[in-house]
């Protein structure tokens, strides 16, 4: 079944193909092409192959999505997009997969920090791309990477260059507004040698059921300082799946924040590859409601030596929902003085949720100092009993605990407008527990 | 870490002990497998009716399986045809009725193995039942055993004397199509123990099976099947080894464990099949079903394994909790050396209510060994109040080898208690420090600070094998400091 319906998509390829940019160049044709051939050898990724084995992502293949051609001439609800457009940052907005000028703010960067759309990029200096392109992640990872090298249609280019300190947070805004609609993006990010940037990737769509298949590049140069901040807030009928594959060099300095509130079906890959004394954060919360089902990957690749890796992932699940975690840590035979630490927390608040968790580490030197940690169950009877013992109602007491369990992941985010706006989504998906007056 | 490299190299260089061979007159098969095979096998044996049909149902389902390639371990394929599926020390019709009857060269290998039957009667302790090949080669305390009405015997006379209690309870945990080796272990097994406790009763000594595999070119499948009825207790020791070898050998056994309401096994192993040498040439793969169904309300499994030995360990001795406020217990020391490859831990499936299940495992790998921790947490939707306590440290010696922890956690239960922790490490500079300040050599400060890591399941094993156990894993350690 699985090439079969894969084919749908393979035998659609010829229409869009013409239309997809880059076609004049050769190595980008290549590599589409490469990519093309191993997505319809493998189809879609199947519950066989163990990252995959919690995630049926079968229904993708029954629906078949299309892709937009060329950019979208639909008016979208602004007030509504207003939302989720920060203050303090600089935008750049990709509708159905394609950068709309109209809608981004990229007024006032300063000159020498490239903020583009990729087609933009393509036309002006594919060398440039060229560089960067596929050198994070092969199309050979798996199946949704090899199908957004085949299909992405456009993403955005941000480079910052070296001893560049950008003050304001660039926020790259995906949005879909059509139903059965795929919007394949890929983007590259570079931070050179010193240079320190924020960006906060943010994900929402029309109430309907879509493919949101977004690839995103990350190059983290010489003692260069990234944050990034993924905030997913897919429609819930929505498909996502969001690939981040970020290359650390030396001394460099990553930290991605990771909130998985929206799709029905949502699979997030952060993979990092760490070079010489550099350091990674990975933080995550899930929130599962509903019938979602949310998928976190996470690898961190200790390649080299004296690099510290800390990762934090928090789940609380309700209703029919599944949450999984799968993490991976691998220190390579080389990677003496390796610092790694994993964590994930879950919480279960319904009979009918499920988890899956599938911490990993794999360990070729022995110099190394590496845990991680899983835990499933319960809010700590002896915490609600202390709030009870402090005239706290039962079912307010649980309240406060499962809001205090998920929002400390929210108060890392030091920024203003973002943290009112994931604090807003999290009281949403909670409303019953929403708890943040008063007492907080 | 100051042993220098000529030192480790004659460290490393310590001798299999138990790497003799025995020189007998054997029944052997030809190497190869068949339906016909089977059918000779069954007629051999002198089995029922019901067991023909088992073998060649558990057969044809094999050969429509392919071996498991998802474990860490690599190793060549197997070529099934070239195993000789029986090999029995020749001996009279009748077998042997009593010690006095066994092949004296039998009983002087395990002399050398350190199981000396013939004491065995006087020294108050073991009862031992050992395998040698193939063949269940001598059962001591049976009389006494006997009395207490428990039953304790080769499962292939168990076959032929207590037929339905065999019936009812064999593949009744591990079905003939579990997996590859566990097929293939149902199709040809030819020997292996069967103990059956009545109830309410708490077995007056603990029971014991040495397994050997002594010719060239066989496999060993042994099958062991215990059931421990209502309120019984029985605690069950297992030890192996085999000779060295240059071509590697397969032992692929199963042991189902059955606890009924009340009841509680202990399962002990001590693990020291032939590990191949330095070059990793030779060695025992040792692929292993061991599973226990704690089919009762209150019933315990507690499964302690010492791992030293074999070149490949496939092996995960798992708990079905099925009763409500079952037990199970995972204790588990797996070391590797060289290069040695383990890829073991364990699944505890809780189905019962307020089940219960603790893991604890410590690998430590050295030289070029990979040490893997598979393992599983699965909590279904009924299992109210579960609980699950795992703990899996890895210590690495040298910096050629490789320990991964792969655990899954998978539960459905809002009240259910999962925690998991794995940390991995190398012995800490500042613990040899302090111990050789102390006057203590590096060698020494090593071997204490392991045997510190692995206290936890030592303290589990029974006296006689935490003995041996720790003395195993010094020499299987030793040399690979430095």
């Known amino acids: 079944m699985t ?103 990229l007024a006032g960067i300063p000159k020498n920090v490239t903020i583009k759309s990729l087609n933009e990029l393509l036309d002006a200096d594919a060398e440039q791309v060229e560089s960067y392109f596929g050198k994070a992640v092969s199309i050979d990872e798996h199946s949704f990477v090899a199908f957004n090298t085949a299909w992405f249609g456009d993403g955005a280019f941000i480079r910052i260059p070296a001893k560049t300190l950008l003050d304001k947070p660039v926020q790259l805004l995906h949005v879909v507004t059509d139903p059965n609609r795929l919007a394949a993006t890929r983007n590259l990010v570079i931070a050179e040698s010193m240079a320190q940037a924020q960006m906060i990737e943010t994900y929402v769509g029309v109430d309907q059921a879509y493919l949101s298949a977004a690839v995103t590049e990350v190059f983290v140069e010489p003692n260069a300082d990234l944050t990034m901040f993924k905030l997913q807030c897919e429609s819930e009928k929505a498909y996502h799946f969001g690939g981040t594959y970020v290359k650390q060099s030396r001394d460099a300095r990553f930290s991605h924040h990771n909130f998985a509130f929206g799709s029905l079906l949502a699979r997030s890959d952060i993979h990092v590859d760490l070079g010489h004394a550099s350091e990674c954060n990975l933080n995550g919360l899930y929130l599962g409601i509903k019938r979602q089902h949310l998928d976190n990957h996470t690898r961190i690749n200790h390649l080299e030596p004296y690099a510290v890796s800390r990762e934090v992932y928090k789940g609380v699940l309700d209703d029919r929902a599944r949450g999984v975690f799968q993490g991976r840590v691998v220190v390579a035979e080389d990677a003496q003085k390796t610092d790694s630490e994993m964590n994930n927390r879950n919480l279960l608040l319904s009979n009918d949720a499920e988890v899956d968790t599938k911490p990993q580490l794999e360990i070729y030197a022995d110099d190394v100092k590496c845990a991680h940690g899983v835990t499933v169950g319960q809010l700590d009877e002896k915490s609600v009993f202390y709030l009870q013992s402090r005239c706290v109602d039962e079912e ?45 | ?216 070119n066989t496999g060993q499948f042994e099958r062991t099947l215990i059931i421990a009825d209502e309120g019984s207790y029985v ?141 599983l947490v699965k909590v279904l939707k009924g299992a109210e109040n579960a609980r699950n306590y795992t703990q899996c440290d890895s210590l690495l010696v040298g910096d050629k080898c490789g320990a991964h922890t792969f655990p899954y956690v998978e539960v459905k239960q809002p009240s259910a208690q999962v925690e998991h922790e794995a940390t991995t490490s190398k012995i800490s500079e500042d613990q040899l420090f302090f111990c050789q300040q102390r006057g203590l050599s590096a060698e020494d400060a090593v071997s204490m600070i392991v045997n510190g890591f692995c206290k936890e399941v030592f303290k589990e094993l029974p006296m006689e094998f935490a003995v041996e156990a720790q003395a195993l894993l010094g020499l299987s350690l030793e040399g690979s400091v430095g």
């Open chain 1, 3 to 105: 090439t079969q319906t894969a084919s749908r998509y393979t035998a659609e390829y010829s229409k869009i193909e013409a239309k997809l940019p880059g076609g004049s160049l050769p190595w980008l044709l290549e590599l589409r092409n490469d990519a093309l051939k191993q997505f319809s050898g493998r189809g879609f990724p199947s519950l066989r192959e163990e990252e995959w084995r919690y995630t049926n992502v079968s229904s993708i293949e029954k629906n078949l999505f299309e892709p937009r051609l060329e950019p979208s001439d639909q008016q979208i609800d602004k007030d509504w997009l207003k939302n989720y457009c920060l203050a303090d940052c600089w935008q750049i907005v990709l509708v159905d997969g394609y950068y709309s000028a109209e809608l981004s703010n």
């Open chain 1, 396 to 440: 307010t007491a649980r309240n406060m605990l499962t809001f205090a369990f998920a929002n400390e992941m929210v108060t890392k985010i030091k920024q203003k407008s973002l943290h009112d706006l994931v604090l807003a989504e999290v009281l949403k998906r909670f409303p019953q527990r929403g708890i943040t007056q008063d007492w907080l």
């Open chain 2, 1 to 216: 870490m100051s042993a220098s490299a000529k030192e480790i190299e004659q460290l490393i260089g310590k001798e299999y002990k138990q790497g003799f061979v025995t020189e007998l007159e054997t029944d052997t098969f030809p190497p190869g497998l068949d339906e016909e095979v089977i059918y000779k096998l069954w007629k051999i044996k002198n089995e029922p009716e019901f067991m023909l049909e088992y073998r060649l149902k558990a057969f044809r389902h094999w050969q429509t399986m392919k071996s498991p390639e998802w474990a860490f371990v690599k190793f060549d394929p197997i070529d099934y045809q070239a195993v000789s599926y029986y090999s029995a020390p020749k001996r009279k019709e009748d077998g042997p009725k009593s010690l006095d009857e066994v092949d004296p060269q039998i009983l002087e290998a395990y002399k050398k193995l350190g199981i000396p039957l013939d004491e065995q009667e006087r020294l108050a302790g073991v009862a031992v039942d050992a395998v040698f090949d193939s063949v269940s080669v001598a059962t001591t305390f049976k009389s006494k055993l006997k009395e207490a009405g428990v039953i304790f015997c080769p499962i292939s006379e168990a076959l032929r004397e207590y037929p339905e209690l065999v019936q009812q309870y064999l593949g009744s945990v591990v079905p003939t199509g579990d997996n590859f080796f566990a097929a293939l272990n149902s199709a040809v097994f030819t020997d292996g123990s069967f103990v059956y406790i009545p109830k309410g009763v708490r077995c007056p000594m603990e029971l014991s099976t040495y397994f050997r595999i002594n010719a060239a």
């Open chain 2, 235 to 375: 605690s069950y020791l297992e030890g192996c080894t085999a000779p060295m070898r240059d071509e590697n050998q397969l032992h692929a056994a199963v042991v189902e464990l059955i606890a009924l309401d009340n009841a509680e096994i202990k399962y002990s192993t001590v693990q020291n099949w032939y590990p191949g040498d330095k070059e990793g040439k030779g060695g025992i793969y040792n692929f292993v079903t061991k599973r226990a169904d704690c089919r009762g309300e209150n019933s315990k499994v507690s499964w302690t394994q010492v791992e030293t030995g074999s070149a490949i360990t496939w092996k995960y001795p798992s708990c079905v909790l099925t009763g409500n406020n079952s037990i199970g217990e995972f204790y588990s020391v797996a070391l590797t050396n060289n290069y040695q490859q383990a890829d073991t831990g364990t699944k505890m499936i809780h189905i019962g209510k307020n089940t219960r299940s603790t893991i604890i495992s410590k690998g430590i790998s050295a030289g070029r060994a990979q040490n893997t921790y598979r393992g």
